[in-house]
């Protein structure tokens, strides 16, 4: 991961545990959580495997702003997606219920 990179979620994980004591923000974050895992679990991937957003396009065919849109949580990427994604970056898609 780039430094610029780690730097950056480090400084999100600080914000996001400060507004987590906020209990209205605890309840809609608790609401979304699975969104937010979703999102961060692939920006890390792809950051782990040292690609950028196009370099991961170019392998899977998928439009690096379907990419973006995937991290940014503004998109809803069916499993064909997210399992074309994952192998791209040489990892496996695992969904638990818990």
Same mark, same amino acid.
Do not use: H, S
């Given at each position: 991961m780039d430094d610029v990179e780690? %730097?950056?979620?480090?400084?999100?994980? %600080?914000?996001?545990?400060?507004?987590?004591?906020?209990?209205?923000?605890?309840?809609?974050?608790?609401t979304l959580e699975p969104e937010f895992i979703l999102k961060r679990t692939m920006i890390e991937a792809r950051i782990s495997t040292g690609l950028t957003q196009k370099e991961l396009s170019e392998r899977t065919g998928i439009a690096q702003a379907d990419i973006s849109r995937i991290e940014n949580g503004c998109a809803n990427p069916s499993l064909?997606?997210?399992?074309?994604?994952?192998?791209?970056? %040489?990892k496996t898609l695992q969904i638990h219920f818990v």
């Open positions: 780690i %730097g950056e979620l480090t400084k999100m994980d %600080g914000l996001l545990e400060e507004q987590l004591k906020n209990p209205d923000f605890k309840a809609g974050y608790d064909r997606t997210l399992q074309r994604l994952a192998e791209a970056m %040489g």
